[in-house]
């Protein structure tokens, strides 16, 4: 064997040797009995320590034993640390531990055989007021500034490969998406070779899977040159810096053919939408100005307690605190919190509402009906 000595090499007595411990709890590493103890660099660490951690651990117990000196060592003493972390780190769970507690981890509105209170906030919801999976996606395809474009590659690398692209977009009256693509880009060369593709968009301020998105699908086809002046104002009214538009290698494409798609608008949320039934559906007419709604109703803390008194007064669910995410003619979809746990609930209004002070109206008769409430329960 040979000394690991930083100065020199050699040949070492087993009985005069010390190990000295690689921080990473590798096999030791030794001296030669000639030379002062001192620790290896990192370098020779890396390069003789081919041991396993379990070889290491008992290096460290024996040296801690049968060379005092290493006691006080800074980077014995690491070592020991990290042993003591290693030793005290939990054991991977089996599975069936581990399903069990990931069952424990859903939030209780999400499982069956509840307290009473759960039951009913679980059926409430089943039948509260919102609008269809058809008009949601449209309203997701009025309001999302720029969608994935998805094309079926005409490049000799990927040919036949689905493509994804990041493109802006307008719609016309039945949805159907216009784009306004250049040559430079692939997926152009990729609608021309094969207009068969999809659009996916999803809501304002998309944060999890918990939030909506909607993927349409259709063939791509050249826009006829008497629409093109309609679809390029549809496109600068959405885009009003949309230039580029007018240079000569952009191309005017409008989806066609629409087969329909899918939405999704958070767990348990999930419905084919047909191609009749999503150009017949309108967006929602409050869904411009929501965020604002929200805004507003989010910033102050007063709102905040009036959310949670009508959760409570018309979902009938005690809830510790609430936050507006959406709202629509129908209704306010909003994200609480119950006994620690975190989810989303549907808040019907007491009646449609299709503008500004249509919705401000309703609002402050929830308000003050749900208010009253809460002070009436309040009482002796």
């Keep these: 064997a040979q000394c690991h000595c930083p100065k020199v090499g050699g040949a070492y007595s087993s009985r005069s040797s010390a190990p000295v411990l690689c921080t990473r709890l590798h096999a030791p590493l030794h001296l030669c009995a000639s030379h002062p103890p001192r620790m290896p660099t990192r370098m020779q660490l890396s390069q003789q320590c081919s041991s396993t951690k379990a070889q290491g651990a008992a290096a460290l117990r024996h040296s801690a034993s049968s060379w005092p000196g290493l006691r006080g060592c800074g980077r014995l003493a690491a070592a020991r640390r990290q042993q003591q972390v290693l030793a005290a780190a939990p054991r991977p769970r089996s599975s069936r531990a581990a399903i069990t507690a990931a069952a424990a981890a859903v939030p209780e509105v999400y499982r069956e055989g509840q307290d009473p209170e759960i ?108 629409e093109r002046a309609a679809a390029r104002e549809a496109y600068l009214a959405k885009y009003p810096n949309a230039f580029y538009v007018d240079f000569g290698d952009f191309q005017w494409f409008r989806v066609e053919d629409l087969k329909g798609g899918r939405f999704v608008g958070g767990f348990g949320r999930v419905a084919s939408v047909t191609a009749d039934d999503y150009t017949a559906a309108k967006p929602d007419p409050v869904s411009s100005f929501a965020r604002h709604v929200a805004g507003h109703m989010n910033g102050e803390a007063s709102h905040i307690k009036d959310m949670t008194d009508m959760v409570a007064h018309y979902v009938g669910l005690r809830v510790s605190d609430a936050h507006m995410l959406g709202m629509d003619r129908l209704g306010l979809d909003m994200q609480v919190t119950r006994n620690e746990q975190s989810f989303k609930l549907r808040l019907p209004f007491i009646k449609p509402a299709e503008s500004r002070p249509a919705v401000k109206e309703v609002l402050v008769e929830m308000t003050k009906t749900a208010r009253a409430a809460a002070t009436g329960n309040a009482s002796p």
């Excluded at 039951?119 to 008009?135: D, L, S, Y």
């Design 119 to 226: 039951a009913a906030f679980q059926q409430h919801q089943k039948t509260a007021a919102r609008p269809t999976a058809a008009e949601d996606a449209r309203t997701l395809m009025a309001l999302a500034t720029n969608a994935v474009l998805s094309t079926v590659s005409s490049q000799a690398s990927s040919a036949g490969v689905p493509f994804g692209s990041v493109v802006e977009f307008a719609v016309d009256s039945q949805g159907r998406p216009l784009l306004a693509t250049s040559t430079l880009s692939p997926h152009t060369a990729d609608l021309q070779a094969d207009g068969r593709c999809s659009v996916t968009v999803i809501a304002p301020g998309f944060k999890s899977l918990q939030d909506a998105r909607f993927t349409l699908t259709g063939t791509a086809k050249p826009l006829p040159a008497a």
